[in-house]
């Protein structure tokens, strides 16, 4: 926790722009949480969560529009597009693998990008041409887990339930894209 003295000073913000920012929506108003102290009350925040949301803002504020800047902050995930542009800022998400699935368009729905997390995290085990061929038209929202099976070499799965496979087969892993949704809201 952080309190609202040291949280500006150490963003170097005012106490106007932190409220200001608030009342815009770019900071959730759960997010303010007041406790009492021998002289009264203090607001406190999660470190964890208004460090890295203000220096988005004050990264991105010269950038978009009020009204973008609060959707790209708190979005409804699985009705949002994501531009190339703020793609390309997501660490996890390796650029050659974006490339091809942006190659055809401009913006890419959540399970796209959840698709190109995944096959970043496998991209020296599974061949482009594997998942560039596939029809992904099925896996269109977040109640989908991504299955990692090895044959000979390792092929992934998607499917909405629980898979029953052949004992020869081998699951090597598992991926639930609510879990990869919550890592894709992180590092916006």
């Known amino acids: 926790m952080i309190s609202k003295k040291d949280l500006l ?4 913000i005012s106490y106007g722009q932190l409220y200001r920012w608030k009342r815009e929506g770019l900071i959730p108003d759960e997010w303010f949480n007041k406790q009492s102290v021998s002289t009264g009350q203090e607001t406190y925040f999660k470190r964890d969560l208004i460090i890295p949301r203000i220096q988005k803002i ?7 529009q009020l009204d973008q800047l609060r959707a ?4 409804n995930l699985e009705r949002r597009m994501f531009s190339v542009r703020e793609l390309v800022m997501i660490d996890e998400l390796d ?13 890419l729905h959540l399970h796209e990008v959840i698709l190109v997390y995944i096959f970043s995290l496998y991209k020296d085990e599974i061949h482009s041409e594997d998942y560039l061929q596939c029809d992904f038209s099925l896996v269109d929202g977040l109640n989908f887990t991504c299955y990692v099976i090895e044959v000979d070499r390792k092929y992934l799965l998607f499917a909405k339930d629980t898979l029953v496979l052949d004992h020869h087969l081998k ?3 598992s991926i639930k894209f609510e879990d990869v949704a919550n890592i894709i809201a992180k590092s916006l």
Do not use: W
């Open 171 to 173: 699951v090597v892993n």
């Open 9 to 12: 000073k150490e963003m170097n």
């Open 72 to 75: 790209f902050l708190n979005p």
């Open 58 to 64: 004050l990264e991105l504020k010269d950038i978009y």
């Open 95 to 107: 650029p050659l693998i974006l490339k091809l699935f942006t190659s055809q368009k401009s913006t």
